[in-house]
């Protein structure tokens, strides 16, 4: 193991790990550059189980028993040691969860890939907030959800706060872009999919309705936050589904909805 003493912020070995609050940064920089971060021992601990390769490790020195085990598996790979004050200077926030690692990103998946053999998918479209991007994928696992698919403009699951709300689930459930939209829904439908569209919308199928006789092979299409599903999504679906709500509240949350609606349309619901 490389152990690394760092004393300064500028430190050449810090450049993955700067500015780590700057979102529009990061998403721009960290696909290029072929990495992602991830955040807290357990979420390093379920990427490695995953076979995901580190670059780096980053901790201060009261969490480095807690990262060595990790890194003796990787001798050549360095192992960042700075203080508190040093880390949060770098990251651009207070690292409490232990440490984080600079990982490889894997490639991207074909979205024939991760559908062959699954029977639930969900389907996400243009979800910006990567809080919700990462609950929705806890969810996913959760239920028992096969895949998912997200659309060119939807916010990046490996991004570090996907990644942490997901608790490691978006290294679980498999995942593809789809490079064409609404476009690429076709190829669900070519696999025996039926897509349908959560959505409010005049003539919505109520869910619990619809669940009544659930299709074999069904993907599930969530829309952005705020605007939902947009016209070509809906258009493009087969159906279109609505969770019913009470006491006059028209929707729910995106993550919220996506946990009710993958739990009650789960392979032998």
């Not at 940064?25 to 995953?50: M, N």
């Not at 890939?113 to 991007?133: F, K, M, P, Q, Y």
């Amino acid at each position: 193991m490389t152990r690394v003493e760092i004393a300064d912020g500028s430190h050449p070995a810090l450049a993955d790990y700067a500015g780590l609050t700057d979102v529009a940064l990061r998403s721009r920089t960290e696909a290029g550059r072929g990495l992602y971060i991830a955040e807290s021992q357990f979420v390093i601990a379920r990427a490695i189980e995953v076979g995901h390769e580190p670059r780096s490790f980053l901790c201060s020195e009261k969490w480095f028993a807690s990262i060595e085990p990790y890194a003796a598996r990787w001798p050549d790979v360095p192992v960042l040691v700075g203080s508190d004050t040093l880390l949060e200077e770098v990251a651009g926030f207070h690292v409490h969860r232990g440490a984080l690692a600079a990982m490889r990103r894997p490639a991207p998946r074909a979205v024939a890939e991760v559908i062959a053999g699954a029977r639930r998918v969900a389907v996400l479209e243009d979800l910006v907030n990567h809080t919700n991007v990462g609950a929705v994928f806890r969810s996913a696992a959760a239920m028992g959800v096969d895949a998912v698919l997200v659309s060119p403009r939807c916010a990046d699951p490996l991004y570090r706060r996907s990644v942490r709300v997901s608790m490691g689930s978006v290294f679980q459930v498999p995942w593809a872009p789809v490079s064409e939209w609404p476009g690429g829904l076709g190829e669900l439908r070519d696999a025996g999919f039926v897509v349908a569209a959560l959505a409010l919308s005049e003539g919505a199928v109520p869910l619990d309705a619809f669940c009544r006789e659930l299709p074999d092979r069904l993907a599930l299409m969530l829309g952005a936050e705020g605007d939902g599903l947009s016209r070509g999504a809906i258009e493009g679906a087969d159906v279109t589904v609505t969770i019913p709500m009470a006491a006059g509240v028209d929707s729910l949350n995106v993550a919220a909805a996506s946990a009710v609606a993958f739990w009650a349309t789960r392979v032998g619901a």
